[in-house]
C-alpha cells in the first residue's frame, strides 16, 4: 500500500551546498600517542550523543533519535525521483535498528515534497566507533560535522539497500525529539 506524505528537502538543499563547499567537525589527532579528539570529546563520547532515548513518561515526554536528510538516489520507471530517508535507533550496547524508506516523488512544494512510500524496510545490525568516525553495519560510515551550532554525523552510504544509486551518496543525519520512537508514547507509559 502507497501512502502519501511531505517531507522537508530544505536541509538536503543546506547539505548539498556544504558538500559542496566541504566541510567536516574539527577533529584532530595527535601523531606522537595517537589520541583523537573531536570537538574537545573522545569520538566515543561524540557518538554517544546520538544514543536512542525512550520517554521516561514524567520527566521528558519525547523520544531522541536519528534521522537521515533525504537524498535522490535516481529515477523511477515513470521518471519520477527516487529519495530515501531513514530513522536510526543506535543502542548503547553498540547495537542499531532503522526504519529505511524509498519514496517516489509525484510533486515538489514549497520546502518539500508529495510522494509515494515504494520501499519500507526495517534494517538492524551493529556499529562501533574506530578512529574519529561512525561505522554502522549494513549502512554507511560518519564523520563528526557541526551543522548550523548543532551536532550532526555525514553519513556516506556504503550499500545499495534496494534501489542502485545510494552507494557513495551522502546524508546529515541529525538527532530528532519526537512523541514516538519505535513504540508509541502509550506503548512506554501505559496511557499516562
Known amino acids: 500500500m502507497k501512502t502519501k506524505m511531505t517531507a522537508t ?4 538543499l543546506a547539505l548539498t551546498a556544504l ?5 567536516n567537525g574539527s577533529g584532530s589527532m595527535s601523531q606522537s600517542n595517537k589520541t583523537i579528539t573531536i570537538q574537545d570529546m573522545s569520538p566515543e563520547a561524540y557518538y ?9 513518561c514524567d520527566k521528558d515526554p519525547y523520544f531522541h533519535y536519528l534521522s537521515t536528510d ?16 531513514a530513522s536510526i535507533f543506535l543502542r548503547a550496547n553498540h547495537t542499531y535498528t532503522a526504519a529505511y524508506e524509498e519514496h517516489e ?24 566507533v574506530v578512529e574519529d568516525k561512525i561505522e554502522i553495519e ?3 560510515v560518519g564523520t563528526s560535522i557541526i551543522y548550523n551550532g548543532a551536532p550532526r554525523i555525514e553519513l556516506v552510504f556504503s550499500k545499495n539497500i534496494n534501489t542502485v544509486g545510494l552507494v557513495g551518496q551522502r546524508t546529515l543525519i541529525r538527532r ?17
Not at 558538500?19 to 566541510?23: D, I, K, S, T, Y
Request: aromatic content about 10%; glycine content about 14%.
Open 19 to 23: 558538500v559542496g563547499c566541504g566541510g
Open 48 to 56: 554517544a550523543q546520538f544514543i536512542y532515548k525512550e520517554t521516561d
Open 176 to 192: 530528532v525529539s519526537s512523541t514516538a520512537g519505535e513504540r508509541s508514547h502509550n506503548e512506554v507509559c501505559g496511557g499516562q
Open 105 to 128: 516523488v509525484y510533486q515538489y512544494i514549497d520546502h518539500g515534497y508529495s510522494y509515494d512510500i515504494t520501499l519500507a524496510k526495517p534494517l538492524s545490525g551493529n556499529w562501533q
Open 70 to 85: 533525504s537524498v535522490m538516489i535516481g529515477k523511477s520507471a515513470r521518471n519520477r525521483d527516487i529519495r530515501v530517508q
Open 138 to 140: 549494513g549502512l554507511g
Open 9 to 12: 528537502i530544505a536541509t538536503f
